[in-house]
């Protein structure tokens, strides 16, 4: 079972260690407290004490935090004792505050929201809603702003499409009447479009130009530069 798995001799230890354990340590740690909190409850009431303590030194608050977020197999007790640095937002520190974001994140599964205020709106709403339900509205959500921004992501092609189509129609009128030399001008610079389809139409008008005859050495040059 669980308990005969932990060395409770280990415990002491490990809670000694938090407050000066180096950053790179703390999601093994916390993983490992997170264990032991399944048959020892007073460990997470240890952890969130430094925590709350505005009077403990921030390395040790921040190591505490850090453990926190780790306490994903405990994330319904977790993620109370985080939101309440977050709606005491007002009177912590910056980089506490930063902390318990980035912890919020990985226990509930959101993306960082970026403010407090809009965590503790998030949480206000689905703090009774169970781990599974609130992971359910997560994916939902995310499948709802893939979606968007597909829709987006096309209505940009379009524009852009109607942008090159605009472009090359004016060109089609405009470059007939410009001299050789200005052609070849306007065709180098649209050579280095970004719009693929910008970039044929140079590469088509060049062809115009060899098949009418204006072999010039110069568009000879251009020609021999695309092959």
Do not use: C
Request: glycine share 4%.
């Amino acid at each position: 079972s669980e308990r005969e798995q932990l060395d409770l001799d280990l415990l002491p230890v490990l809670l000694q260690s938090l407050p000066t354990a180096p950053q790179g340590t703390m999601e093994p740690l916390g993983v490992e407290l997170a264990r032991y909190q399944m048959t020892q409850p007073a460990v997470l009431n240890t952890i969130a004490t430094t925590m709350l303590d505005p009077t403990r030194p921030n390395v040790e608050r921040l190591n505490a935090i850090a453990a926190l977020a780790a306490f994903r197999s405990q994330g319904n007790l977790a993620i109370e004792l985080v939101m309440d640095v977050l709606e005491q937002h007002a009177t912590e520190q910056g980089e506490i505050v930063e902390a318990a974001m980035l912890a919020a994140s990985s226990l509930t599964g959101m993306p960082n929201m970026q403010t407090p205020e809009t965590w503790t709106t998030w949480w206000n709403t689905n703090r009774r809603r169970s781990s599974l339900e609130r992971l359910r509205n997560v994916i939902d959500a995310m499948n709802r702003r893939i979606a968007l921004q597909n829709v987006e992501m096309q209505q940009a092609r379009n524009e852009a499409q109607r942008s090159s189509s605009q472009l090359i129609a004016t060109y089609q009128d405009l470059i007939p009447m410009l001299s050789l030399e200005q052609q070849l001008d306007k065709l180098r610079d649209l050579l280095q479009d970004p719009r693929s389809d910008v970039r044929r139409f140079a590469v088509d008008r060049m062809g115009v130009m060899l098949r009418d005859g204006h072999e010039t050495p110069e568009l000879q040059a251009e020609t021999i530069l695309l092959l």
